[in-house]
């Protein structure tokens, strides 16, 4: 039996070394001169004792808001590199990567020197073949569906306006066949050759295109990954269309199934695996379920929570439970006046106050936009009006980032024999009420 070591390598085994560095007084222009020359997608540049990651995707961003390409690194918002230690078992670090924010790691020695990158790339390349799917194909994973393509005559500027993330990637068809992609590499090539963005994208595209057979097992993509260090893999059928593409997070997400099927059989042996994979679980489970801005729970949540009340609703004698819906008034003066980070702060501060209210069986969700539900178990309509209110004043009575807002609340308590739909329709008619008729109120249906 492989020891756990064969699985998960240390860092410093499976980083990339060399680290190409630039100053944080160099230019955009510099950075991309140093990104091209390398064959990379990233730079790094030092801010006084630390490093910041200079990627791609910020050269696009940047790119597409207009900004002056001479502008210093030091200039940018900095993205700082977290540090591990060369000695730190993969194993350990994979958590860190599960932060979307974290693409790339920083690799000490034992010197405490910066000495080497890990990113995705590099999880990937690590994983041995013998813990891989052998058997199943990409058909099997991609099924067969539509994928978008851009004909060659469309303008390149138009083309790069589509290209955000490094893992994206822009298919070209001539004809309705795939003639090119486009790439980030590619627009590194062209913003640093300063080429006519006005022309087709024929003229800048790579081609020919190397595709993988769909009857390509998931052992056979990775390594058609490694050895062109792809970022994705475009899939064709026995016609040679294209059917799908596969991004490196996508097969980490299966290796993580195959990692799970392998642990099952071995738990006693790799025991603190099992452990890390039930916990990405449960994390992802849980982030399936949750706003990211505000940390309320999302309308799936909420759903799912009014599906299962109604359910205890028949089976205990009929327990009364009520739904609130609140809106934010004027929401969009708020943003239009003061920019749309005040806007997520009022909507994070009214989050947070809201839930101060609430029991621990409430459940509070943000149902879309500026909106918010609360599902009440075992509170009746009096109860929960009572309840409303209590949320209206607490708002209406603090300033939020030094602004007043206020929240119109529709309440709804629920009627035998009525559907979830019927419920929020009710509450929604009520909240349309409250507002209709001068906001900063609560109504409560009929």
Same mark, same amino acid.
């Given at each position: 039996m492989p020891k756990i070591t064969i699985f998960f390598p240390k860092a410093g085994e499976i980083a990339h070394h060399g680290v190409v560095q630039a100053s944080g007084a160099a230019s955009i222009e510099d950075a991309v001169a140093l990104m091209e020359s390398n064959n990379l997608s990233d730079v790094i540049y030092s801010i006084g004792e630390v490093h910041a990651i200079f990627t791609v995707e910020d050269l696009m961003k940047y790119r597409h808001q207009g900004r002056n390409m001479s502008a210093s690194l030091n200039e940018l918002t900095h993205r700082q590199l977290i540090?591990?230690?060369?000695?730190?078992?993969?194993?350990?670090?994979?958590?860190?990567?599960?932060?979307?924010?974290?693409?790339?790691?920083?690799?000490?020695?034992? @010197? =405490?020197?910066?000495?080497? &990158?890990?990113?995705?790339?590099?999880?990937?390349?690590? +994983? %041995?073949?013998?813990?891989?799917?052998?058997?199943?194909?990409?058909?099997?994973?991609l099924g067969k569906s539509r994928v978008e393509m851009i004909d060659a005559s469309t303008k390149t500027q138009t083309v790069l306006e589509q290209l955000i993330y490094v893992e994206d990637a822009i298919l070209?068809?001539?004809?309705?066949?795939? @003639? =090119?992609?486009?790439?980030? &590499?590619?627009?590194?090539?062209?913003?640093?050759?300063? +080429? %006519?963005?006005?022309?087709?994208?024929?003229?800048?595209?790579?081609?020919?295109?190397?595709?993988?057979?769909?009857?390509?097992?998931?052992?056979?993509?990775?390594?058609?990954?490694?050895?062109?260090?792809?970022?994705?893999?475009?899939?064709?059928?026995?016609h040679n269309d294209v059917i799908g593409r596969i991004t490196q997070r996508e097969l980490i997400g299966i290796t993580y199934g195959r990692w799970a099927e392998l642990m099952k059989l071995h738990a006693h042996e790799l025991g603190e695996l099992v452990q890390v994979l039930e916990s990405k679980n449960q994390k992802l489970q849980q982030e399936s379920l949750t706003d990211p801005l505000t940390g309320a729970g999302n309308r799936r949540l909420l759903n799912q929570a009014i599906e299962a009340e109604i359910g205890r609703f028949y089976r205990h004698e009929m327990t009364a439970f009520s739904v609130l819906l609140l809106d934010i008034d004027f929401f969009k003066k708020i943003n239009d006046a003061f920019g749309h980070p005040v806007g997520d702060e009022v909507?994070?501060?009214?989050?947070?106050?809201?839930?101060?209210?609430?029991?621990?069986?409430?459940?509070?969700?943000?149902?879309?936009?500026?909106?918010?539900?609360?599902?009440?178990?075992?509170a009746d309509l009096k109860a929960a009006s009572i309840l409303a209110e209590r949320i209206r004043a607490e708002i209406a009575d603090n300033l939020i980032s030094e602004h007043q807002v206020t929240v119109s609340i529709g309440v709804a308590e629920y009627q035998r024999g009525e559907s979830q739909e019927g419920l929020l329709e009710r509450v929604d008619i009520a909240l349309y009420e409250a507002k209709n008729s001068g906001r900063n109120k609560v109504v409560t249906a009929d």
């Open positions: 540090y591990v230690n060369e000695g730190d078992n993969i194993l350990n670090l994979l958590p860190l990567f599960d932060d979307g924010r974290c693409r790339y790691l920083g690799v000490k020695n034992a @010197a =405490g020197v910066l000495d080497g &990158i890990l990113s995705y790339s590099d999880v990937l390349a690590s +994983v %041995d073949p013998a813990v891989m799917m052998e058997r199943r194909t990409l058909a099997d994973v070209i068809a001539e004809n309705g066949k795939l @003639a =090119g992609i486009v790439t980030a &590499i590619d627009v590194i090539k062209m913003i640093r050759d300063g +080429v %006519d963005m006005s022309l087709p994208i024929r003229n800048y595209m790579t081609q020919p295109v190397r595709t993988i057979t769909q009857r390509a097992t998931i052992k056979a993509a990775i390594e058609h990954l490694k050895e062109n260090h792809f970022k994705r893999a475009i899939v064709v059928d026995d909507l994070k501060t009214l989050s947070s106050r809201t839930k101060r209210l609430l029991r621990t069986s409430d459940v509070f969700a943000r149902w879309g936009g500026e909106e918010f539900a609360i599902l009440l178990p075992t």
